[in-house]
């Protein structure tokens, strides 16, 4: 029988909430992996972050840091889904959106079939009760010609099934993408982006018209304009929302404000997600409790968003 996921919630019980079905939607596989299993793997014991940062720059550092490159290399990366897949399922995340950045090509030997090969393999050694899409990464301050360079063999796989923008929005305009995603779209991926997290209201709004985005990553400065969220909204473009991480990185000063509040009041389709577990100690369960301890949400709506976020 399945678990009462509202019950659990008002009750504070996490084994409850981690016994329901729920998807992680935002998640990076580098910072995405279970703390116990890659400190058993590597010797290295890769704390959460404490306290909050300002910036992306500041947030590599710590990255750089804290991992001291035990996600270099193949083996690095392969180490990387393993950790993220193992993280997941000790959640009870049943479907899962996470990939290879296309720069991982040149971590491989130069071929897709290698990453393909390393994420497969990780998915069915350590998370092959969950669903998985395949995802591929552009980091946006890579240039052009090499995104498209890595890009174009993977995606002629045929096997990845979503697209996603992440690192620096403010590295490139957004327009400079838009060739990018119109192959991915012509190849049948899902097109999503990260906006709006740094940026504001009419950044995610020029991201969703120029790339065509099904889904944005963030997005919560949309929660900013009335005009911006009636688009989504009518739009029916879903945002895929990580609490835990707008606190971490100042962007939302207490869960209390969090602007999932306002996105969901204003019709916007809108899921929970970790973003970076291994950076946050977070997991679904815990941001959903969270949202719902510091009063945002209720139980039944919680609820209604993590049933949207299996489908
Ligand atoms: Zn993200």
Redesign the pocket.
């Known amino acids: 029988m399945e678990h009462d996921f509202q019950a659990a919630l008002e009750a504070g019980d996490l084994a409850g909430l981690r016994a329901c079905p729920k998807a992680d939607l935002?998640i990076?596989a580098v910072m995405g992996g279970d703390r116990d299993f890659i400190r058993e793997r590597t010797g290295r014991d890769i704390a959460p972050l404490e306290g909050v940062l300002g910036s992306m720059d500041e947030m590599h550092a710590w990255v750089d840091d804290t991992t001291g490159g035990v996600f270099r290399g193949a083996a690095g990366r392969a180490l990387a889904f393993e950790a993220t897949f193992v993280q997941a399922v000790k959640d009870g995340v049943t479907r899962i959106e996470v990939g290879e950045d296309v720069w991982g090509i040149t971590q491989q030997d130069g071929t897709p079939g290698a990453v393909w090969r390393m994420l497969t393999q990780a998915h069915a050694a350590y998370g092959a009760q969950i669903d998985w899409v395949p995802q591929m990464g552009l980091s946006r301050h890579c240039p052009y010609a090499a995104l498209d360079w890595w890009m174009t063999p993977l995606l002629g796989l045929g096997t990845f099934k979503t697209i996603d923008l992440?690192g620096d929005e403010f590295a490139q305009p957004i327009e400079v993408f838009v060739p990018l995603y119109r192959k991915a779209k012509a190849a049948g991926l899902k097109l999503k982006a990260?906006v709006g997290e740094w940026g504001t209201a009419d950044d995610v709004w020029r991201a969703v018209e120029l790339l065509e985005l099904d889904e944005v990553?963030?997005g919560i400065a949309a929660a900013d304009s009335p005009q911006v969220m009636r688009m989504l909204a009518d739009a029916g473009v879903r945002l895929n929302l990580?609490p835990t991480?707008n606190l971490k990185l100042g962007r939302v000063a207490r869960m209390a404000d969090h602007p999932i509040r306002r996105l969901y009041d204003a019709g916007v389709r809108v899921t929970v997600n970790t973003?970076?577990p291994l950076m946050f100690g977070n997991g679904v369960s815990q941001e959903f409790l969270a949202l719902f301890q510091a009063g945002v949400m209720t139980a039944a709506e919680l609820d209604a968003i993590r049933i949207e976020g299996l489908s």
């Open positions: 935002h990076h992440s990260h990553q963030h990580c991480s973003d970076d």
